[in-house]
Structures are given as C-alpha cells and as structure tokens.
C-alpha cells in the first residue's frame, strides 16, 4: 500500500487555506470543534489563529473496544438549532430563535469514509429535536460547518465545505500519515 507522509508545515498550510476559504465565505465560527484525537491538532490551530473558542468531541467508531463510547453533546446540538427553552417557547411559539442559533465549525484531520461526520449529523438532529424537523435543512452548511486537512472525494459525507487537499481512496489505495501519528 502506498504511503502519504505529512508535516507539520502541512498542517500550517491546511489552517490557512480553511480560514481563506471560511473569508471567502464570508463565514466564521462561534466556536470549533475538534474530533478526537485526529481532528485535535487542526482545530487547536484554527483556533488560535481566528481567537476562537474551542471544544472537542469524542467521536470513537473504528477500533473502538466495547467500554469505549462515542460522546453526545447536546448542548452544541442546540447552540446549532437556536434551541429555546420551555418558557421562551410559549413566548415565541416555537422550539427555536434564528438570533440564539451558533455557527459550529466541526473539524477533523480527514473526512474518510464519512461515518463520524454522519453519526455527529445524525446524534445532534435527534438529541434536542426529531431527524425530520424540517429546519435541520438550514443548520447543516448554514451554521454547521465541516474542516478536514484530507478530503477524500469518495467520501459517503458529502457536506465538507472546507478541505487543504483530496484524494481519491476509491481509485488509488493510499494510507495517510499525519505528523502527529
């Protein structure tokens, strides 16, 4: 199998290229979230260089053993929603306030096979309100956003608006070593 190395000046360069892509969008977080562990490295960086807070999520699906679970955080699901409380619901007559709702710029080193950014889509859609809440539509790409150093383009995640690089995995079997790994 073929080997792609990476160095930290990769990882530099990969910052860089998100945030001019985030001005070029006119787009910046209200926080970032780092994947564990992959994802750390990237969002600590972007982090400092936009003076932005940061949070991590542990998203744990590959070689997980069974006490190790994936964490659910349903406080950025409802930062991302704009998800109000019961008292304001009755004032507002609805579950959420446009003005409340965070932009989330969720990162990790690459968008692979794309189950972690599902499974982080489909836990925050069903922890503060069902999947088929129609104004889900509007959070993802609107205030939750998707970073990756690698995008891979045969990626079943089709949502990552941010990437440095691509390959193809589905045409070339490459492995990817990161400099932190």
Same mark, same amino acid.
């Given at each position: 199998?073929?080997?792609?190395?990476?160095?930290?000046?990769?990882?530099?360069?990969?910052?860089?290229?998100?945030?001019?892509?985030?001005?070029?969008?006119?787009?910046?977080?209200?926080?970032?979230?780092?994947?564990?562990?992959?994802?750390?490295?990237?969002?600590?960086?972007?982090?400092?260089?936009?003076?932005?807070?940061?949070?991590?999520?542990?998203?744990?699906?590959?070689?997980?053993?069974? !006490?190790?679970?994936?964490?659910?955080?349903?406080?950025?699901?409802?930062?991302?929603?704009?998800?109000?409380?019961?008292?304001?619901?009755?004032?507002?007559?609805?579950?959420? !306030?446009?003005?409340?709702?965070?932009?989330?710029?969720?990162?990790?080193?690459?968008?692979?096979?794309?189950?972690?950014?599902?499974?982080?889509?489909?836990?925050?859609?069903?922890?503060?309100?069902?999947?088929?809440?129609?104004?889900?539509?509007?959070?993802?790409?609107?205030?939750?956003?998707?970073?990756?150093?690698?995008?891979?383009?045969?990626?079943?995640?089709?949502?990552?608006?941010?990437?440095?690089?691509?390959?193809?995995?589905?045409?070339?079997?490459?492995?990817?070593?990161?400099?932190?790994?």
């Amino acid at each position: 199998m073929k080997k792609k190395y990476y160095t930290w000046q990769d990882v530099e360069s990969a910052a860089d290229t998100i945030i001019a892509q985030m001005c070029k969008d006119r787009w910046c977080p209200d926080y970032i979230v780092g994947i564990t562990r992959g994802g750390l490295c990237l969002a600590t960086l972007l982090s400092h260089k936009l003076n932005v807070r940061m949070e991590t999520l542990k998203v744990k699906l590959r070689d997980a053993t069974e !006490d190790e679970s994936c964490e659910t955080n349903c406080w950025m699901s409802e930062d991302a929603f704009g998800y109000v409380d019961l008292v304001e619901q009755e004032t507002l007559k609805c579950r959420w !306030d446009l003005h409340k709702r965070k932009n989330i710029l969720v990162v990790d080193d690459i968008n692979d096979t794309g189950v972690t950014f599902e499974w982080i889509k489909n836990d925050w859609q069903g922890s503060c309100l069902p999947k088929e809440e129609s104004a889900w539509n509007s959070i993802w790409n609107n205030n939750v956003r998707f970073a990756v150093m690698t995008e891979n383009t045969s990626s079943q995640f089709e949502h990552v608006r941010y990437y440095w690089n691509e390959v193809n995995k589905a045409e070339e079997d490459v492995w990817l070593v990161y400099p932190y790994e």
